[in-house]
Structure formats: structure tokens, C-alpha cells
């Protein structure tokens, strides 16, 4: 009679054992909080760096001349009626979106402010060296440098961990108050600016299709690959990685 042998398979061992991949997260804080979460000496750079590549990516679109960023439109649109370069009117309409963000209840950051300060200041500096190409090959890999590499910019100043800028702090915003999506809130946001900044004698085109469409993958891409971790304090006070 044959005799039934039980084979048994042994368990892994921790050492070949792969752990599950831990998802990063961005850490609701208060400026503070950021500061004292630590990681500073990569934390700043990072941001300070997608700042001013996220308004160097707004020059390179715009001297595409295919159709401008949608909050650019409203930016060029503006800077049509007043004596301002267009980096001032940014930072002017994001003081203005700011205020918006009072009823809104939201936590402004180190990053927010420094959205609001940095990155017109930057796009005027490109501007300012960056002329539009004539050739129309040069100005499409313009047009999709700049839209690729406002989407690294994104990855990176959000990816610090000091806060949404205020145009992503008001989105964020209307979609917890309203209780819509925010990709609903978002479009119904661009879709408003777009008309406003287009009757002011902003310029929609290629350019605002391809950024409308492209932005939330390339983000959605970059923004792991750049984002920092924090060790954010428990209120039981023990440290707490997020």
C-alpha cells in the first residue's frame, strides 16, 4: 500500500519577504507644523526650485504663442488693460484668490505664500531672456516642454510638503465646502477664467486644450517621485512618519 507523504511548504523568511510599498502622502499642516516636521535642508530647495520652474514653464507656454495656460489667459487678458508685467498681475490675482480662501476656512502654508510671491516673478525673469520662436516645430516643443515641465514644477512645490498654491487651495476648498469632485470644481474654476481672461483679450488655443488635458496625469506622475516624507508629531507625542 503506498504511503501518503505531506510535503510542507515552508513559510518565507522576513529577509525574502517583500513588504508592502508604503503610499506617500501629503500631510494636512499648519505652517508651523511644517516647519517642525523637519527634512528642511531638502524640503526648501525643493520647493523654492518648482516655484521658479513653475513660472519659467508659464513663460515657455506663453512664448509658444499656441494658447496660454487657462489662469494665464485670465493673467495675459488683465495684463492687456493695465500698465503691469504679467508676472505682477499673478501675484496680484493670487492675492485676490487668497482672500477667497478666508470664508473657505483654509490653511494657507509656507508654499502657498510663497506661490503667490515667486512664480510671476520668475515667469517675468524668463520672459524676459525667452523669445517666441518662428518656426512652428520650435514653438510646439516650446509649448510641450513648458506643459511637461509644469508638471515636474508641481510635483516638486507640492511634493515639499509646505502647502497648495492658492489657485489649488481654492479648488480644494469649493469641492470640501460644496461636497463636489474636484475634478468638477476644477474645470467649472478653469472653464470661468478661460471665458473671463478670453474676453479681456487673453489668447485660448492648442496649448490650453493640451495643458487642461495633460496636467492631472503629469502631476499625478511626478508628484510621488518628489514628494517628501515628514515626521509629523502624534498628538499623543510620539512622532508619526506621513
Known amino acids: 500500500m503506498a504511503q501518503t507523504v505531506a510535503v510542507s511548504t515552508p513559510e518565507p523568511s522576513p529577509r525574502t519577504a517583500r513588504a508592502p510599498r508604503r503610499r506617500q502622502e501629503l500631510a494636512d499642516i499648519g505652517p508651523l507644523a511644517q516647519l517642525r516636521a523637519g527634512r528642511l535642508a531638502l524640503r526648501l530647495p525643493l520647493l523654492l526650485v518648482g516655484l521658479f520652474l513653475y513660472g519659467a514653464s508659464m513663460a515657455m507656454v506663453i512664448?509658444?504663442?499656441?494658447?496660454q495656460i487657462p489662469w494665464d489667459v485670465l493673467h495675459v487678458g488683465v495684463s492687456k488693460h493695465v500698465p503691469l508685467s504679467f508676472g505682477t498681475i499673478v501675484i496680484g490675482v493670487s492675492l485676490l484668490v487668497l482672500l477667497g480662501w478666508i470664508p473657505l476656512r483654509q490653511k494657507p502654508g509656507i508654499g502657498t505664500i510663497g506661490n503667490a510671491l515667486l512664480i510671476g516673478p520668475s515667469a517675468d525673469i524668463v520672459l524676459s531672456v525667452l523669445e517666441p520662436p518662428e518656426d512652428l516645430g520650435w514653438r510646439?516643443?516650446?509649448?510641450?516642454g513648458g506643459v511637461?515641465?509644469?508638471?515636474?514644477?508641481?510635483?516638486?512645490?507640492?511634493?515639499?510638503?509646505?502647502?497648495p498654491g492658492p489657485r489649488d487651495g481654492l479648488m480644494?476648498?469649493?469641492?470640501?465646502?460644496t461636497g463636489g469632485s474636484l475634478r468638477v470644481v476644477?474645470?467649472?474654476?478653469?472653464v470661468s477664467v478661460v471665458v473671463v481672461g478670453w474676453f479681456l483679450g487673453g489668447v485660448v488655443?492648442?496649448?490650453?486644450?493640451?495643458?487642461?488635458v495633460a496636467i492631472g496625469p503629469l502631476a499625478q506622475l511626478f508628484l510621488p517621485l518628489f514628494t517628501v516624507d515628514l515626521r509629523v508629531p502624534r498628538p499623543d507625542g510620539g512622532p508619526t512618519e506621513t
Open 63 to 67: 512664448r509658444a504663442t499656441l494658447g
Open 140 to 144: 510646439v516643443a516650446l509649448l510641450l
Open 148 to 163: 511637461v515641465l509644469n508638471g515636474i514644477a508641481t510635483g516638486m512645490y507640492i511634493g515639499s510638503q509646505f502647502g
Open 172 to 177: 480644494t476648498g469649493l469641492a470640501r465646502v
Open 186 to 190: 476644477r474645470t467649472g474654476i478653469e
Open 205 to 212: 488655443g492648442i496649448g490650453t486644450v493640451l495643458y487642461a
